[in-house]
């Protein structure tokens, strides 16, 4: 459950106001080292930002720079986003504005 | 049923306009202390507000400053909001603009 | 069916331009004096304004002042609005938008 | 079916850009007098302005003054409006721009 | 299946951007004079402008003034209008948008 | 097969930003002159432009220039456009915004 | 699987922020040369950007000059895009805010 952001083969950059999100893995060991079954293990709704677009145009065509940044952590919508898988890793590319908090 | 606002180990900054919210908890004795069943207890649309973000983004790029702050007793409407997990407690995140009123 | 805005233990105070509103309840006895059982009394769709929001912030971020104020009479719309229990009295929660017409 | 608009006996002020509208009964009687039965009559789509609200509100927070005003006979769209009952008469509120077009 | 505007005994005034139309009947008897029976009919899509309203209000409260006017021929939507009756005679009421096409 | 845009007896000014389209016919012919069944014939989807209305009024009352013209040969959406049968012929009418591309 | 952008034998000019994309074909056989079944093969959601439009036009009649052009590699989104068929190569034709995002 490391809070390091890994690095890709490939540079994506996300369209827009859209963010490149790595869900964190939910723990996969007890405090004691026992494995925990995969169905027993909780799914979390928290991420690390991979890459930001260059944020949402207006409708007068202005640039509207993203609130997040690589490596910001952040809580992920329960439903929404789209998954791409890079190097055999699911992503998933959310709208910013769908992001629902910060993780400080 | 304090009104206190409880701290949580993570800092939670929410995104835009949303509130992240705290459901106060029913009553769970009646007042001559006998334990009311979960199933009879009220479910109360009440909370306290945890944490406000910096406010919506117009779409000119302007940001409306949020109405609601921290420890804010909030009317909460009957649908809608994301439930994240912090700290094993159920929270809640919601647009400001869903919160239904400020209680005093 | 008196016309006298009640007083509640807590002061609730809409967001942006809801409206707080308590439904006119029905006739329960008839001119002479019988008690109408509770279904054959009719709904009313008529309320007391309790207490009123700010009023809407437009897109570029000005307030609209609200039209009604406490104590106004309003015609309710058949659907909407959100329901909230306060000192277990069921109050109303409105757009101001969707209040169909003031009663003078 | 007369083009008279009745009055009633209390004011009622419409929200916004409503309109409070009496739909026109149809015809009881054949012209030489016998009684047509109710479901005989035809539905008429037709209406009497009772009273108009200020106006819309645009986003901007200009007020749009209301083209039809009290007494102007309509015809009314087949769907749509929010019944009221007032005096033992049920009227109907709609939006201005509703209302499909005005008959002189 | 003449192309001139009939008059009617009430005066239209559109709402809006609204047009009154009336579509044009298909041709009841071939070119020999034989009478097709009304299955075998063809809808024709096509119509005159009977009247036309004063334009569109944009949000900011500016009035669009309408592109067709009174005797213009139409091509109309296969879907959409309301249906209005006026003398006797089956009108259509659509938003100037829904219009298709002008005929020349 | 031909580029050619015939020419019709009525002329058609499609409203707003409405482009009338001819549907390219698919190949009735091998290379070798042999009939190829409607039912085998490919659907395409290409037409050229007939006719182009003045383009959309923006919300402020602007008159945005098409950018289609006559004789354009387009690639049209699978779903959309309205229908209308024109010389016996069936043409579409779609929005300019609608039309996926121009084929030079 | 090349990366080079392929030729057409006709010109395609996406209208407004549509973006013309060829997706990029699944490995057809594994690294040691032997074929890969069709129903095998994985369904990539990459392509290569054959074309792109003039851009968006805004409500003010401002055109939006598009983020990518002709040979960009990009993430497709899991559904939508329109499918046309050019020179028997099926490509898809995208707004260009569907496309998720640049790939370097």
Redesign the interface.
């Given at each position: 459950m490391a809070s390091r952001v890994p690095t890709f083969t490939?540079?994506?950059?996300?369209?827009?106001d859209?963010v490149?999100v790595q869900r964190i893995k939910p723990q996969q060991k007890t405090a004691s080292g026992i494995y925990i079954p995969e169905k027993a293990q909780e799914t979390l709704?928290e991420g690390h930002v991979i890459?930001v677009?260059?944020g949402l145009?207006?409708?007068?065509?202005?640039v509207?720079a993203p609130?997040?940044k690589e490596g910001d952590k952040v809580?992920l919508?329960?439903y929404g986003g789209?998954?791409?898988?890079i190097d055999n890793e699911e992503l998933l590319?959310f709208r910013?504005?769908e992001?629902?908090?910060?993780?400080?």
């Open positions: 490939k540079t994506i950059v996300p369209m827009l859209r490149l709704n890459a677009g260059k145009i207006t409708s007068e065509g202005k509207i609130e997040l809580l919508p329960p789209s998954t791409v898988k590319l910013e504005s992001i629902l908090a910060k993780v400080l």
